[in-house]
T-cell receptor
Framework: EPEVTQTPSHQVTQMGQEVILRCVPI?????FYWYRQILGQKVEFLVS????????KSEIFDDQFSVERPDGSNFTLKIRSTKLEDSAMYFC?????????????FGPGTRLTVL | DQQVKQNSPSLSVQEGRISILNCDYT??????FLWYKKYPAEGPTFLIS?????DKNEDGRFTVFLNKSAKHLSLHIVPSQPGDSAVYFC??????????FGKGTRLHILP
């Protein structure tokens, strides 16, 4: 069964450093998403991406964040200058939009720890 | 601003009995509702969904009920099995493509 994959599974970085989180969505999916879950809190939407551009972003997704689909398979989330509060699980998701149905398929997540 | 609320952080149910997980929402623009299940160290896995034009959707042991007037939905699992122990997230979306999640309910199935 096709699945969303994410690398690395765990990333540790120093505050102020740049990190890139990588995702490979399901191959025939056209819509891509990043979510995050801070420990003990709910899963929060960050950004959605379609047709090589951002279609929606949340208040969390400020200028420090960017997304890119550098090739036909990868979808990346970059945090330019990490802060302590960026520590969270980051989930990538993808969906084959079916006109109103939005069953997003999630990857296993990358745990980001900012020291 | 909690648009999707799961007021029970945890729930324990005897194996074989019915598990009922509840969810309330505040945004009347939501037209599609989903339940996700999450095991530790894994991403959320889609379980079942319901469109706002329906009041019930059933898939095997899982049934979701939607009460639009009360802005309430529930997930019924019957019979409950040990493998059902997980965190269950209620989620909703409107015409935008983002999903708004609740905080989750941890379900423990007791032997």
């Amino acid at each position: 069964e096709p699945e969303v994959t994410q690398t690395p599974s765990h990333q540790v970085t120093q505050m102020g450093q740049e990190v890139i989180l990588r995702c490979v969505p399901i191959s025939n999916h056209l819509y891509f998403y990043w979510y995050r879950q801070i420990l003990g809190q709910k899963v929060e939407f960050l950004v959605s991406f379609y047709n090589n551009e951002i279609s929606e972003k949340s208040e969390i997704f400020d200028d420090q964040f960017s997304v890119e689909r550098p090739d036909g398979s990868n979808f990346t989330l970059k945090i330019r200058s990490t802060k302590l509060e960026d520590s969270a699980m980051y989930f990538c998701a993808s969906t084959e939009w079916t006109g109103g149905r939005n069953e997003q398929f999630f990857g296993p997540g990358t745990r980001l720890t900012v020291l | 601003d909690q648009q999707v609320k799961q007021n029970s952080p945890s729930l324990s149910v005897q194996e074989g009995r019915i598990s009922i997980l509840n969810c309330d929402y505040t945004n009347s623009m939501f037209d599609y509702f989903l339940w996700y299940k999450k095991y530790p160290a894994e991403g959320p896995t889609f379980l079942i969904s319901i469109s706002s034009i329906k009041d019930k959707n059933e898939d095997g042991r899982f049934t979701v009920f939607l009460n639009k007037s009360a802005k309430h939905l529930s997930l019924h699992i019957v019979p409950s099995q040990p493998g059902d122990s997980a965190v269950y997230f209620c989620a909703a979306s409107d015409r935008d493509d983002k999903i708004i999640f609740g905080k989750g309910t941890r379900l423990h199935i007791l032997p």
